[in-house]
């Protein structure tokens, strides 16, 4: 490799990883004072050129997320000395730099924008994930299990939305927050579940994003510390970030939950969040996101993975179905019913959501484990084939390639 191509390697790798960490904030700074997204994330992308331009023959900066969010701010000012209504914002962005999203409520204003109730429910989720935690239209439309075309659509639609209807940037007051909460709460699960198995990319997971999502939960549990589900969430991160270190060896290959070195879980923070249960729990508002905490806190607690309670987590996942009456939790009720009532009963479960939930990997390696368990080796086979054409995480890939091989 030149020297000029190692430079030109190591700058998109630093823009990369700047625009992986950053996006979400550089956005929600530029449309705090510019109140447009669409003009937010192109000044973001412009950036961002700029710095794949300049930074191969100056160097990469020591803070190449500050680098970016002064860049950003002077293409505003010169974006907005063209507009014809420039005058009083252009005064307020000269006078003010604008924020390297270090100011904790900027991105909790922007998700509750996103989730203004005059938007569906799903153009809010995809927005948010889009304009606030940077996450491409390919993984949110793999996190829908939707067609990347239709979700590029739903996003555009919920940003023209947000234009026309005028809908502020702020956390609303307290009596509207109800509203509003359900949709934020899910755009922060699916922001984490992204970042801790990633759905695409050469990395496994997302370190940053996973812990980016339990930073703005614990930002929400600040700010409504009556509400359950707040806190549910808030555990239910901090048990899975709680074994985080054990999910993967040195080549990065998955290593499933039996196999995990429970020795080195933070038996600390799964204390804490046991207690954010309990205190949930003490309000008498039972919701998902808490059975979800209360079923990690299960397999968390237990010594060895043969002393995991199933019963009582396939009770949870009973009692979940109440509250989310899903195909994914039926699915996920199903592999616990593998550990108490047998892999026949558990593929029965899951071949009663197969037709929902076809072009989702995990169905596919569930029905492949099962199978193996009733010594079914060519459908078990068909099946892992299934999950490795349907999944693009790294690891789940290579596990399920030397599952083929075996």
């Known amino acids: 490799m030149t020297e000029a191509r190692a430079a030109e390697a190591a700058t998109e790798a630093a823009v990369a990883a700047v625009f992986r960490e950053e996006a979400g904030r550089l956005v929600a700074g530029l449309v705090r004072f510019l109140g447009d997204f669409d003009l937010a994330e192109e000044l973001v992308q412009e950036a961002l050129l700029s710095a794949v331009e300049t930074w191969p023959g100056s160097g990469i900066p020591d803070n190449p997320a500050a680098w970016l969010t002064t860049t950003a701010r002077r293409k505003a000012i010169d974006r907005l000395r063209r507009d014809s209504r420039y005058r009083e914002k252009l005064v307020l962005l000269a006078g003010s730099p604008v924020p390297a999203a270090s100011e904790p409520d ?90 801790y198995l990633a759905s695409g990319g050469p990395e ?37 970030l709680a074994r985080a270190g054990s999910r993967f060896d040195a080549e990065g290959r998955l290593i499933l939950l039996p196999d995990q070195d429970r020795s080195s879980w933070d038996q600390e923070a799964i204390a804490a969040a046991g207690r954010l249960i309990e205190r949930a729990a003490g309000l008498g508002r039972p919701g998902p996101y808490q059975l979800q905490a209360a079923i990690a806190a299960l397999h968390a607690e237990a010594p060895t993975f043969a002393e995991t309670d199933w019963e009582e987590i396939v009770a949870l996942y009973t009692l979940l179905l109440v509250h989310q009456p899903s195909p994914v939790v039926r699915l996920n009720r199903a592999i616990a019913l593998r550990h108490l009532e047998g892999a026949e009963a558990a593929l029965a479960e899951v071949d009663a959501v197969a037709a929902e939930l076809d072009s989702y990997h995990l169905l596919h ?33 290579a596990l399920l390639r030397q599952r083929l091989l075996d």
């Open 106 to 195: 900027d991105r909790l204003r922007l998700i509750f924008t996103c989730c203004h109730p005059a938007l569906a429910r799903e153009a809010q989720l995809a927005l948010t994930l889009r304009a606030v935690c940077g996450l491409t239209t390919t993984q949110i439309a793999r996190a829908f299990l939707a067609t990347e075309t239709a979700m590029a659509q739903r996003i555009v639609r919920a940003k023209r939305k947000i234009v026309e209807a005028g809908i502020p940037y702020r956390v609303p007051a307290r009596e509207e927050l109800t509203g509003r909460l359900r949709e934020v709460l899910a755009v922060l699960y699916l922001l984490f579940n992204e970042g």
């Open 204 to 240: 496994p997971d997302r370190r940053d994003l996973s812990a980016d999502a339990e930073w703005l939960a614990s930002l929400l549990a600040g700010l409504l510390p009556e509400e359950p589900e707040v806190l549910g969430l808030l555990a239910l991160m901090r048990l899975h």
């Open 365 to 397: 390696a569930t029905r492949a484990q099962l199978l193996r368990d009733l010594r079914r080796a060519g459908e078990a086979r068909t099946a892992d084939e299934a999950a490795l054409r349907l999944t693009q995480n790294p690891a789940e890939q």
